[in-house]
């Protein structure tokens, strides 16, 4: 019995598993449908305490069993926990394949791990940098940082298949 859909699926729910809410319902809440009603339409005979404890089994074994790399690229990304997001934002700077200086490779990580959530002018190019790079410089650095995480975040995705795979986690036509 597969529990996911896909990788995605798993990676979607494992990320965002601090908002799960376990407390009992009141009459109406249990009535009411926000969206994508996940549980009653999966077709995998779980129930809703279940499916909390395998999503949080799944997500164990990922993060042991996920290269470092592959693991923090991915909370970085997906994760809604902002702590967990700024720790894995914090992990990758150093590793980042760009010849650009700290504070750039911080504000640019920084800025594709929380598109948006920020003020306005941190999303602004040209304050990634006090040491006057033109900016072609800096939108070619950008560049490069973005694609290397993007390229890091599908060899996660790829790395994760298999374990997911080998254990029937995920749907094995998708696989």
């Keep these: 019995m597969s529990v996911y859909r896909d990788v995605g699926h798993v990676i979607a729910r494992v990320m965002s598993i601090d908002t799960i809410d376990g407390t009992k319902k009141a009459g109406w809440q249990r009535h009411y449908e926000a969206g994508f009603a996940e549980s009653r339409s999966s077709g995998d005979g779980l129930n809703d305490q279940e499916r909390l404890t395998q999503d949080s089994m799944t997500r164990a074994a990922l993060h042991r069993e996920l290269p470092e790399l592959a693991w923090r690229v991915l909370v970085a990304k997906y994760s809604i ?25 911080m504000k640019c990580v920084t800025a594709w791990a929380i598109p948006r959530r920020l003020p306005e002018a941190f999303y602004q190019l040209h304050t990634w940098d006090a040491d006057g790079t033109p900016e072609s410089t800096l939108r070619r650095w950008r560049g490069l940082t973005r694609s290397w995480l993007e390229s890091q975040v ?11 795979a080998e254990r029937g986690l995920i749907n094995q036509q998708a696989a």
Excluded: T
């Design 154 to 164: 599908n060899d996660a995705f790829r790395l994760a298949e298999p374990l997911l």
């Design 81 to 105: 926990n902002d702590v967990e997001v700024a720790q894995a934002v914090h992990w990758l700077v150093p590793r980042v394949s760009c010849p650009a200086h700290h504070l750039f490779r």
